[in-house]
């Protein structure tokens, strides 16, 4: 388990009414990306969902599974938090227009990973009140 998983994992109150071994938040705002095979642009997409181990992004991209990327996404701390991550799943939507990709965080810096944390802690907070948080601009 990473060091933000096990930080994450002290912070969940019911894990078993959660599929999955991290509970998933959504986000819905946009993000960058860059794949690391190629030395360019940070590409504009959307984050849908966040975890403590990966997210979910929407965007005109072409990426493969296994492939390794960087990701910046602002989550309301004044600053893009940077992470490093592979591409867990990759699917088109109809007629190519919107791609849909998993993504499994490999790489992240301490301050980032507090960050996240912070976040994520918020969310659930806010979840278990039944209370919505916006993020994004």
């Given amino acids: 388990m990473s060091l933000l998983g096990e930080i994450l994992s002290n912070l969940r109150w019911d894990r078993k009414a959660v599929s ?22 940070w590409i504009d997409c959307m984050l849908e969902n966040l975890s403590d181990g990966g997210a979910s992004i929407h965007g005109r991209l072409d990426l493969k599974r296994r492939e390794h990327i960087g990701l910046r996404m602002n989550l309301g701390f004044g600053h893009d938090i940077g992470v490093r991550a592979r ?3 990759a699917s088109t939507g109809p007629g190519g227009t919107r791609s849909t990709y ?3 965080f490999t790489d992240l810096a301490y301050a ?6 912070a976040y994520l802690a918020t969310r659930e907070s806010a979840s278990r009140q039944g209370v919505r948080i916006r993020t994004g601009p």
């Fill in 87 to 89: 591409v867990v799943y």
């Fill in 112 to 117: 980032d990973c507090q960050d996240l944390v």
């Fill in 20 to 41: 999955r071994s991290s509970q998933r938040f959504t986000v819905l705002t946009p993000a960058k990306i860059r794949p690391e095979r190629v030395d360019g642009e």
């Fill in 102 to 104: 998993g993504v499994r």
